[in-house]
C-alpha cells in the first residue's frame, strides 16, 4: 500500500481488514478485528469515507468505495491519495 501523508497509522490495518473481508462493518466490528478503540476507529472511518475511499449506508455499515477498490489495487498516483485529504476539501485549502 502507498504511503499517505494524512493517513494515521490505523488507515492501513482498517484497509487490510476491508481487503481481506469483503463485507460491510461497523466501527465496532473493524475496532474488534484489528485491535483499536471504537471511537478513534469510528472517527477514521468516517474521515476515509469523507475522502471516497468508503462508503456508508444509510444503516452506518462501511464498504470499500469503488475509489477505495482502485487504492487497494494500486491504481491510484501518491498525487490522487494526496488530493483526497477530507481536511484539505473541509478547509477549501492546500495547507495543513
Same mark, same amino acid.
Given at each position: 500500500?502507498?504511503?499517505?501523508?494524512?493517513?494515521?497509522?490505523?488507515?492501513?490495518?482498517?484497509?487490510?481488514?476491508?481487503?481481506?473481508?469483503?463485507?460491510?462493518?461497523?466501527?465496532?466490528?473493524?475496532?474488534?478485528?484489528? #485491535?483499536?478503540?471504537?471511537? =478513534? &476507529?469510528?472517527?477514521? !472511518?468516517?474521515?476515509?469515507?469523507? @475522502? /471516497?475511499? $468508503?462508503?456508508? #449506508?444509510?444503516?452506518?455499515? =462501511? &464498504?470499500?468505495?469503488? !475509489?477505495?477498490?482502485?487504492?487497494? @489495487? /494500486?491504481? $491510484?498516483?501518491?498525487?490522487?491519495?494526496?488530493?483526497?485529504?477530507?481536511?484539505?476539501?473541509?478547509?477549501?485549502?492546500?495547507?495543513?
Amino acid at each position: 500500500m502507498k504511503r499517505v501523508s494524512w493517513f494515521s497509522k490505523i488507515d492501513y490495518p482498517i484497509f487490510g481488514f476491508l481487503d481481506d473481508h469483503n463485507i460491510r462493518v461497523t466501527p465496532k466490528v473493524v475496532a474488534g478485528n484489528i #485491535d483499536y478503540d471504537r471511537s =478513534y &476507529t469510528g472517527r477514521r !472511518l468516517r474521515a476515509l469515507r469523507d @475522502a /471516497g475511499l $468508503l462508503e456508508q #449506508d444509510d444503516e452506518a455499515f =462501511y &464498504t470499500l468505495s469503488d !475509489l477505495g477498490e482502485e487504492f487497494l @489495487a /494500486g491504481n $491510484l498516483s501518491k498525487e490522487e491519495l494526496e488530493a483526497l485529504d477530507p481536511e484539505k476539501a473541509e478547509n477549501g485549502t492546500d495547507e495543513h
